[in-house]
């Protein structure tokens, strides 16, 4: 069985690619698309997604471990529909900003950017208003005692990969989740010390698109 891994107190950098895809797991609770179960999605899955359709705001920590043992980690904000920023921890200069109609991936010491149609990603699904599984294709789902693992495919601008997530199954809480891609290559995202509820400043979520067309 799989478990959630605990927080390091390393965390040198990752690479660009593997920012973007371990950030756009979150993206897929509950969501992708994928062969459907014959059944189609279980209660436990429908009722996570509720659980997450509920939460408009939410803000805390996370950690990423990507393939070759690399660790970052930084701070996340989300707002429904369409908004999310990630801010990794210095010395990574690295920042993810959606706002409601595209994604940016953005080098603060380079001064680059990377720019993606929101629609074209799955952020696009975690930033509904609604999560509803009877229009998405869930792969498998387990439920053990201590954890539910949700098994999602999803197929983006970044190509093909498999999302396995894994949550509280008291509270429906998102542990963390791995995205594998079509090399077999594993990317972990960590979450904790999440709150929900929060009011964000419209700031949090501005696209700097004057130094974006810059380039």
């Given at each position: 069985m799989m478990t959630p891994r605990s927080i390091p107190s390393h965390r040198p950098s990752l690479s660009r690619r593997h920012l973007v895809l371990g950030l756009a797991g979150l993206a897929a609770v509950g969501l992708a698309g994928a062969p459907a179960l014959?059944?189609?999605?279980?209660?436990?899955?429908?009722?996570?997604?509720?659980?997450?359709?509920?939460?408009?705001?939410?803000?805390?920590?996370?950690?990423?471990?990507g393939p070759r043992g690399e660790q970052t980690g930084g701070k996340f904000f989300i707002e429904r529909p369409g908004k999310l920023r990630f801010n990794f921890e210095d010395p990574s200069p690295i920042r993810v900003i959606a706002d409601g109609s595209n994604v940016v991936v953005g080098n603060l010491k380079l001064k680059t950017w990377d720019l993606y149609p929101l629609s074209k990603t799955p952020l696009s699904l975690l930033l509904a208003d609604r999560i509803d599984l009877s229009?998405?294709?869930?792969?498998?789902?387990?439920?053990?005692?201590?954890?539910?693992?949700?098994?999602?495919?999803?197929?983006?601008?970044?190509?093909?990969?498999?999302?396995t997530m894994m949550f509280d199954p008291k509270t429906y809480d998102l542990r963390q989740w791995t995205i594998t891609d079509l090399q077999g290559k594993d990317t972990t995202v960590m979450i904790y010390n999440v709150q929900t509820g929060v009011r964000f400043d419209s700031k949090v979520f501005t696209i700097p698109y004057d130094d974006v067309h810059k380039l």
């Open positions: 014959a059944q189609g999605p279980s209660d436990a899955a429908q009722k996570i997604a509720d659980h997450f359709s509920s939460v408009k705001t939410m803000t805390g920590e996370f950690v990423q471990f229009n998405q294709m869930v792969r498998s789902v387990k439920e053990e005692s201590d954890l539910t693992t949700i098994v999602l495919g999803n197929k983006t601008v970044f190509g093909d990969s498999t999302i």
